[in-house]
């Protein structure tokens, strides 16, 4: 009737929400806020704008060792090479490195190390440990393996962590010497396993008499 006496049809094309949806929706819907360059996290309404780079604050960071801060005493200061911003120390690092190994490859009548990466000695240790190849984790906790560790039906475990996967408590080592059973795919202590079965016993009297 509304309709008719306004001379037309509307509303169609809307959509209603409930009042618990409502919110969740106007969020979703809402213009995205621009992403930090550096650590692609949405940026607040003021940031640093630094050659086309867009930056939380926290985020004007040198983008080769990516841990030094670019500020010093309130002010920024960095190099652009290779198109990275570079702090101070990996600057000259890189610098001094280059200087190196042009002198290297003057002496033994070659160029390379065109696409090398340069740090400074702040940095190094830090880089290295990011790059190095990752060693397995152990089954149970999850955690970084020693070169040594116990290869047990398929898992890799620390020797601490050769332990029951029922109760997560007990250890599967008695008197230097591995005991376990299996059961649905677990590793389980004695003392988990007989408790196991006497209660699938206890269950299958009690299906029988009640059968």
Do not use: W
């Amino acid at each position: 009737a509304a309709a008719g006496a306004g001379g037309g049809g509307g509303g169609g094309g809307d959509t209603y929400y409930c009042a618990a949806c409502v919110d969740v929706v106007q969020d979703r819907e809402r213009p995205k806020r621009p992403t930090c360059t550096f650590c692609n996290e949405e940026l607040e309404q003021r940031f640093v704008n630094l050659l086309g780079r867009k930056l939380h604050k926290t985020c004007v960071i040198c983008e080769l060792c990516r841990t030094a801060s670019l500020v010093e005493g309130g002010k920024v200061r960095y190099q652009v090479a290779d198109d990275k911003l570079l702090c101070m120390p990996c600057a000259e690092a890189r610098q001094q490195q280059q200087k190196q190994s042009a002198a290297a490859a003057g002496a033994g009548g070659g160029g390379g190390g065109g696409g090398d990466t340069y740090y400074c000695a702040a940095c190094v240790d830090v880089v290295q440990d990011r790059e190095r190849p990752k060693r397995p984790t152990c089954t149970f906790c999850n955690e970084e393996l020693e070169q040594r560790f116990v290869n047990l039906l398929g898992r890799k475990l620390h020797k601490t962590c050769v332990i029951c996967e029922l109760c997560r408590t007990a250890s599967l080592v008695e008197g230097g010497k591995v005991r376990y059973q299996v059961a649905d795919d677990k590793l389980l202590c004695m003392p988990c396993a007989e408790a196991r079965q006497q209660q699938q016993k206890q269950s299958a009297a009690a299906a029988g008499a009640g059968g």
